[in-house]
Structures are given as C-alpha cells and as structure tokens.
C-alpha cells in the first residue's frame, strides 16, 4: 500500500490547494503504479510544521517569508 505523505508548513496552502494535491499526487503514484491500487493508494498532507519552524540552507524561515517568494517580491534564500 503506497503511502505518501506532503508536509507543508501550516496556514499557507488553501483546503482547495490541498485537495488539488492529494489528487494529483494520487494520480501521478497511479501512472507509475497502476489504476489498480487506487483503492490503497494513500495520500496525507500534514501541514502541522509552525511559522518559523523551518529553513532552507540554515536560514530560518516564516509563512510571510513563503508568502513574499511566491509574490515575487523577493527570491528564496540560496542554499550554499
């Protein structure tokens, strides 16, 4: 039983987003699996990881952080 689990940082991602994941997560583990463990094909999105409790190369980041990279006001931090 394929399990495959997303984690994401919390508050950032929609419950629409989410879902359009576990779909196409879904989907892509069937291309390489078969159509016929969809029935045991598990996808968890956990989205538990806090504000600040993650980084990138060292560097310490928050949600506005995430949020000011996927606006283009800012690159994300090089890792290096």
Same mark, same amino acid.
């Given at each position: 039983?394929?399990?495959?689990?997303?984690?994401?940082?919390?508050?950032? *991602?929609?419950?629409?987003?989410?879902?359009?994941? &576990?779909?196409?997560?879904? %989907?892509?583990?069937?291309?390489?699996?078969?159509?016929?463990?969809?029935?045991?094909?598990?996808?968890? &999105? %956990?989205?538990?990881?806090?504000?600040?409790?993650?980084?990138?190369? /060292?560097? /310490?980041?928050?949600?506005? %952080? *995430?949020?000011?990279?996927?606006?283009?006001?800012?690159?994300?931090?090089?890792?290096?």
């Amino acid at each position: 039983m394929p399990l495959v689990t997303i984690k994401l940082i919390e508050g950032i *991602f929609s419950d629409q987003q989410k879902q359009q994941m &576990i779909e196409r997560v879904t %989907d892509a583990m069937l291309s390489i699996e078969g159509e016929n463990l969809r029935p045991v094909t598990w996808v968890l &999105i %956990d989205d538990s990881v806090r504000s600040g409790d993650w980084g990138i190369g /060292g560097h /310490g980041l928050t949600v506005e %952080d *995430f949020q000011a990279v996927a606006a283009g006001k800012t690159t994300a931090p090089a890792i290096g």
